[in-house]
């Protein structure tokens, strides 16, 4: 069973700054997903990826495989990221394991 | 090409009574996750199921839910005779055959049983 870990659970930053959130995962994966949740809302699927690194505008994400740990960075921060980020990890028939989150604020 | 749909968005109970939620998957796709997120906690999985049949129904509680997928219409998450526990967001994602691991969110359906 693979045990998905997140840090930091919580985040403050100032507006601009560089934001890094990390997940080690314990068994090997095909892809990670990092989602985003907003306060009361719904899950936006940020990247899904299984080597190396992809960008999305000021959001970038990187995975190592062999050491099972992927990174989500976030640049010049906004305070329109708060939220909380979640990476996921696929097991057995795809169900997606998560863990348990990393709540960001940013303040102007 | 619309996105995973959900309804109702919010939807209230009161002990003892029943709720259904539905869920249509985005144009193409014929798997279908629920999850489910307690207040405070994470998000778990509940079941997964492709068209008329259940697949893996592992996270589901033994008593009072049923899940299912039919061959027309939405995917419907039932809970019988709802308790105060079962107050949560519930998410379902879908994909399609071809491009399993990529999972499409809907927006949730949160229950409040009163």
């Known amino acids: 069973k693979n045990e998905v870990e997140q840090s930091p659970q919580n985040l403050t930053a100032q507006e601009g700054e560089f934001i890094t959130i990390n997940c080690s995962y314990s068994?090997?994966?095909?892809?990670l997903h990092w989602l985003q949740q907003h306060p009361g809302g719904g899950i936006v699927s940020l990247f899904m990826?299984?080597?190396g690194k992809k960008k999305h505008g000021r959001l970038i994400a990187t995975i190592n495989i062999q050491e099972k740990h992927s990174s989500l960075h976030i640049t010049a921060s906004h305070p329109r990221d708060s939220a909380v980020y979640i990476c996921?990890?696929?097991?057995?028939?795809?169900?997606?394991?998560f863990g348990t989150g990393t709540r960001l604020q940013v303040f102007p | 090409n619309a996105g995973v749909m959900q309804n109702p968005r919010h939807l209230v109970r009161r002990r003892g009574q029943e709720a259904r939620l539905r869920c249509s998957p985005m144009k193409g796709h014929s798997h279908v996750y629920w999850y489910r997120q307690l207040p405070e906690e994470g998000l778990k999985f509940m079941v997964y199921l492709q068209k008329e049949n259940i697949i893996d129904e592992s996270g589901m509680p033994k008593e009072r839910f049923s899940a299912e997928f039919p061959k027309e219409g939405p995917s419907i998450l039932r809970i019988q005779q709802v308790v105060r526990g079962d107050s949560a967001a519930y998410f379902c994602?879908?994909?399609?055959?071809?491009?399993?691991?990529?999972?499409?969110f809907g927006p949730g359906t949160r229950l409040t049983v009163l």
């Open positions: 068994v090997g994966i095909s892809a």
């Open positions: 994602a879908s994909s399609s055959e071809d491009r399993y691991n990529e999972q499409f």
């Open positions: 996921a990890v696929p097991e057995n028939t795809d169900k997606l394991i």
């Open positions: 990826l299984s080597s």
